[in-house]
């Protein structure tokens, strides 16, 4: 009886959802709502004010968090395999595209990696940020009942200017990404862009600062350099061309070029730098003032001025010893 009662009471109503939640199917809170209440005033008022609203409020609340953990996710799996190409813990398929012949100095090595991954991590999460953000934002957009065509539209129009205007940058970003990619030059390299050649400073996506032999600071725009000479990866050459008298006996001068090159590969610290055995290649140049006999090194990468420098020293008191008179190379 109480029961009965106490539904005969205004605040209490009869019905389904249906009949109080508007035409068409009753969304889920407003089942909520009149299944809470039943109420038919309440549940017509939060039908007519509150629950769209309320629906386009909770699925924006679960499109950004979905973003947000798909982001955050991304990121972790981003900064995962950097830093795991930080540490050299990479498979030994990438591994060996990045190791050089002269393992002597890891340090550096290692810095350089660290550099390329953190440099392609920051740049690998700032795109899967602009990917997932804006697809939520555009979700968002869609549910709070905006015409997207006339966004999607402004937004091309105005792509297609920013990229006429700014392609030069564009053009330099996305030469600095496959620059990293590829390992084509990195700190502390030596590297022959055409205009300049210096030793790398510092590496960034849109510009490569580098100072060459007098101390001069150059700043090249990735996307202008054209071609890269690189002096410092896996291993390099010296190639001296030792001018003498046209008088002089060929196999003695080959033989005292032989014996310096070879003293001076097994001399420390050169035998560290030196990679392989000595070789004379013989006469590069003959003329009626002097004969050219040429000797090359494959040293370690960015040492071939030093063993060339220190090899003719040794040359010269050689020469000096044998009675062997150096002559003017030719024109």
């Known amino acids: 009886m109480f029961y009965e009662a106490l539904a005969t009471l205004p605040l209490w109503g009869q019905g389904r959802p249906e009949d109080h939640c508007g035409p068409g199917e009753p969304s889920i809170a407003c089942r909520i709502s009149w299944a809470t209440t039943h109420n038919p005033d309440f549940t017509k008022f939060f039908s007519t004010w509150l629950d769209r609203p309320l629906t386009a409020l909770v699925q924006i609340s679960i499109t ?13 799996l981003i900064t995962r395999i950097t830093l795991r190409m930080s540490e050299g813990t990479m498979p030994e398929r990438l591994r060996e595209r990045t190791r050089t012949i002269f393992d002597g ?9 660290r550099q390329r991954a953190q440099t392609m991590g920051s740049v690998l999460r700032s ?34 200017a920013v990229g006429f205007g700014a392609q030069n940058i564009v053009k330099d970003f996305l030469a600095g990404i496959f620059m990293l990619l590829e390992d084509q030059y990195g700190v ?37 350099i054209l071609r890269i000479g690189n002096e410092s990866q896996n291993w390099a050459r010296t190639v001296l061309d030792i001018p003498v008298s046209p008088d002089e006996d060929v196999d003695k001068v080959r033989a005292l070029l032989k014996e310096s090159a070879e003293a001076l590969a097994v001399d420390p610290p050169w035998d560290e730098i030196i990679l392989e055995t000595p070789s004379v290649w013989g006469v590069q140049a003959l003329t009626g003032d002097a004969m050219v006999v040429r000797v090359v090194l494959k040293t370690a990468p960015g040492k071939q001025a030093e063993v060339a420098r220190q090899l003719r020293e040794r040359v010269k008191k050689t020469f000096d010893e044998a009675g062997v008179a150096v002559a003017s190379p030719p024109a």
């Open 188 to 224: 502390g390299d030596v590297i022959d862009v055409g205009p300049a050649k210096g030793t790398v400073e510092a590496v960034s996506l849109r510009v490569t600062r580098l100072r060459d032999i007098n101390g001069v600071v150059w700043y090249m725009r990735n996307g202008e």
């Open 127 to 160: 795109i899967a940020s602009i990917l997932i953000l804006g697809t939520a934002l555009f979700s968002v957009l869609g549910t709070v009942g905006l015409n997207l065509a006339p966004i999607l539209a402004s937004a091309s129009v105005i792509g297609v």
């Open 105 to 113: 100095s890891p340090a550096l090595i290692s810095e350089r990696r």
């Open 64 to 76: 950004l968090l979905i973003a947000m953990i798909l982001r955050h996710a991304a990121h972790r």
